[in-house]
Nanobody, 112 residues
């Protein structure tokens, strides 16, 4: 049974940092592309970042230079380090196996 469990969200002031984690189980984590996708009521779903099985990474223009995706294949954990957070980064962040499985999401709120 595939499980993706996100954690690490919370309330942070603009300019602050958070690190999201996604604990994966039920599949061979190291073989899969894994994405971070976020959702807001106003903008809908937005792809944030991807990591390939070999570790290559890609980012949305809106987060490039501020966010860093990484993976620990030994621990089956995906991370998203988010720095210099802005109010527009406020969203529900999901860990996603493309075209397959989604986690339950973790809420990030950036506000003073």
């Amino acid at each position: 049974q595939v499980r993706l469990v996100e954690s690490g969200g919370g309330l942070v002031q603009p300019g602050g940092s958070l690190r999201l984690s996604c604990a994966a189980s039920g599949f061979t984590f190291s073989n899969y592309y894994i994405d971070w996708v976020r959702q807001t009521p106003g903008k809908g779903l937005e792809w944030v970042s991807s990591t390939a099985p070999g570790g290559d990474t890609t980012y949305a223009t809106s987060v490039k230079g501020r966010f860093t995706i990484s993976r620990d294949n030994a621990k089956n954990v995906l991370y998203l380090q988010m720095n210099t957070l802005k109010p527009e980064d406020t969203a529900l962040y999901y860990c996603v196996i493309p075209l397959s499985y989604w986690g339950q999401g973790t809420q990030v709120t950036v506000s003073s």
